[in-house]
C-alpha cells in the first residue's frame, strides 16, 4: 500500500532555532500534501495544503512566515518551523494522496526548550 | 464537509466484535464516508471508506444505512492492538483534505 514517511520521528531544539521537517510519499507521486498538527489529548488540526510546484494554502489562524512549506517534488513536502517557541511544541503530521484515499505518515513530535 | 458525531469512548472484549458508530445526518449525495484509526503516538491509518454501499476489507467492515445518515464499523475480532482512536470522516472528494473531529476511544479489555 502507500507508504507516507516523515523524518524526524522526534526533534528537541532550543527556542528560537528552526526545525525542518521532511514528508515523502515512498512509492507514488503526490501533487498534493497536507500538513497537520496534533496537542495533547486533541484532534488533528489541519494547518496548510501542500501543492507541487506552487504555494502553499494555510488554514485561517496559522501563520505563513512561521510555517513555511516547500513542495518542491512531488515526492517530497517540507514543513519548516521557524523562530520555534515552546507553544510550538506539538505532534506535526503529513498527509499525501494518490487517488484515494488520503495516507499518513507517523508524524513528528516537536519539542521546543 | 458534512459533520460527524461519534461516541467520546467505548469499550470492548478482546475477541469479540466491536461496533463503532457514527451519525452524519447532513451528508450530502457525492460525500463518502472514511474511517481512520490513530494509535498513540503515530500517524492515523486508513481503515475503510464507502458512500452507500456496504464494504468490507481485512481489516474491518462498514455497514452505511439506507438514508446514508449513518454508518457502522465493525471490527470483526477485537484484538489488544486494535486498542486507538477511531475517526468517522465525511468528505467530497477523493484524496481530499480531511477534517478531524474528536473520534471514538476504543479500549480492547482482555
Known amino acids: 500500500g502507500a507508504v507516507v514517511s516523515q523524518h524526524p520521528s522526534w526533534v528537541i531544539c532550543k527556542s528560537g532555532t528552526s526545525v525542518k521537517i521532511e514528508c515523502r510519499s515512498l512509492d507514488f507521486q503526490a501533487t498534493t500534501m497536507f500538513w497537520y498538527r496534533q496537542f495533547p489529548k486533541q484532534s488533528l488540526m489541519l494547518m496548510a495544503t501542500?501543492?507541487?510546484?506552487?504555494?502553499?494554502?494555510?488554514e485561517q489562524g496559522v501563520e505563513k512566515d512561521k510555517f513555511l512549506i516547500n513542495h518542491a517534488s512531488l515526492t517530497l513536502s517540507t514543513l519548516t518551523v521557524t523562530s520555534a517557541h515552546p507553544e510550538d511544541s506539538s505532534f506535526y503530521i503529513c498527509?499525501?494522496?494518490?487517488?484515494?484515499?488520503?495516507?499518513f505518515g507517523n508524524g513528528t513530535r516537536l519539542t521546543v526548550t | 464537509d458534512a459533520k460527524t458525531t461519534q461516541p467520546p469512548s467505548m469499550d470492548c472484549a478482546e475477541g469479540r466484535a466491536a461496533n463503532l458508530p457514527c451519525n452524519h445526518s447532513t451528508i450530502s449525495g457525492n460525500e463518502y464516508v472514511y474511517w481512520y484509526r490513530q494509535i498513540h503516538s503515530q500517524g492515523p491509518q486508513y481503515i475503510i471508506h464507502g458512500l452507500k454501499n456496504n464494504e468490507t476489507n481485512e481489516m474491518a467492515s462498514l455497514i452505511i444505512t439506507e438514508d446514508r445518515k449513518s454508518s457502522t464499523l465493525i471490527l470483526p475480532h477485537a484484538t489488544l492492538r486494535d486498542t486507538a482512536v477511531y475517526y468517522c470522516?465525511?468528505?467530497?472528494?477523493?484524496?481530499?483534505?480531511?477534517?478531524f473531529g474528536g473520534g471514538t476511544r476504543v479500549l480492547v479489555k482482555p
Open positions: 501542500s501543492n507541487e510546484g506552487s504555494k502553499a494554502t494555510y
Open positions: 498527509s499525501a494522496s494518490f487517488n484515494s484515499p488520503l495516507h
Open positions: 470522516i465525511v468528505t467530497g472528494a477523493a484524496g481530499n483534505k480531511l477534517t
